[in-house]
């Protein structure tokens, strides 16, 4: 009844990492760097919006493809529970990219931290998400702005976790890979550092492929976060 285009796979590669092209729709007709970079002191942005992106509305469509096109890990889709935030400001201009997804399937340090075993994580990991993409956009340089989001966001994920999926979160997970970055929007909005990764994947089943190592950072929702996650209904 009808012909579909070519599959579109990937085209970009970024540092090594091959960034695939946005599923979506093609956005390079609606979605640009400005004319000139936004620097200026955070308060003249304020009153600051959050946007949930839903299907494939024009704030999801951008979300997609500034990750796939700015961020280093690049992007394509997200899989399972997740959370996207749009940050605009008060004229409207896209600022951020925010992206909760699925919590890390197993993690000595966070693990030890809370006191899982194998049983009970895997009853419990759906109490956790995972902040797996952060990304001010690259024309943004506004001082305090990373940090000041981060905040934000921590006050309101569990209420719009529970309203999209029914159940809150109570434990807020990250990776920040080592000679890259510091973690300093992380450690400036209280997040806790914990350890750190061991440079190996999930998919290194025979301990030969190594990856970045990474530092781990939690920020507990709730004051008896681990008496929840170690609960057998949360």
């Known amino acids: 009844?009808?012909?579909?285009?070519?599959?579109r796979t990937f085209n970009q590669r970024k540092n090594g990492f091959v960034a695939p092209i946005a599923t979506l729709t093609d956005v390079s007709s609606f979605v640009s760097s400005p004319a000139s970079s936004i620097e200026t002191p955070l308060t003249t942005l304020f009153p600051l919006s959050f946007v949930i992106p839903r299907?494939?509305?024009d704030e999801a469509r951008r979300f997609h493809h500034y990750l796939a096109s700015h961020h280093y890990l690049g992007f394509h889709r997200a899989v399972g529970e997740n959370m996207k935030y749009l940050v605009r400001d008060r004229h409207g201009r896209d600022l951020a990219c925010v992206l909760?997804?699925?919590?890390?399937?197993?993690?000595?340090?966070?693990?030890?931290?809370?006191?899982?075993?194998?049983?009970t994580r895997a009853r419990n990991l759906l109490w956790i998400t995972n902040n797996t993409r952060f990304l001010i956009l690259p024309w943004?340089?506004?001082?305090?702005?990373?940090?000041?989001?981060?905040?934000?966001?921590?006050?309101?994920?569990?209420?719009?976790?529970?309203?999209?999926?029914?159940?809150?979160?109570?434990?807020?997970?990250?990776?920040?890979?080592?000679?890259r970055f510091v973690g300093t929007c992380y450690k400036?909005?209280?997040w806790i550092y914990i350890g750190s990764t061991t440079g190996r994947s999930r998919q290194?089943?025979?301990?030969t492929l190594?990856?970045?190592?990474?530092?781990?950072?939690?920020?507990?929702?709730?004051?008896?976060?681990?008496e929840a996650l170690l609960n057998e209904n949360g």
């Open 204 to 207: 290194d089943r025979y301990r």
């Open 100 to 119: 909760f997804g699925s919590a890390a399937w197993k993690t000595k340090p966070r693990d030890e931290f809370i006191g899982w075993n194998s049983e």
């Open 140 to 179: 943004v340089r506004v001082p305090h702005l990373a940090s000041h989001v981060l905040g934000r966001i921590l006050r309101r994920i569990r209420n719009d976790w529970q309203a999209q999926y029914g159940h809150p979160v109570h434990l807020l997970e990250t990776f920040v890979e080592q000679g």
């Open 1 to 7: 009844m009808i012909t579909l285009p070519p599959l």
């Open 188 to 190: 400036a909005a209280n």
């Open 55 to 57: 299907g494939n509305s």
């Open 210 to 226: 190594a990856v970045p190592i990474k530092d781990i950072y939690l920020y507990p929702l709730i004051p008896r976060f681990k």
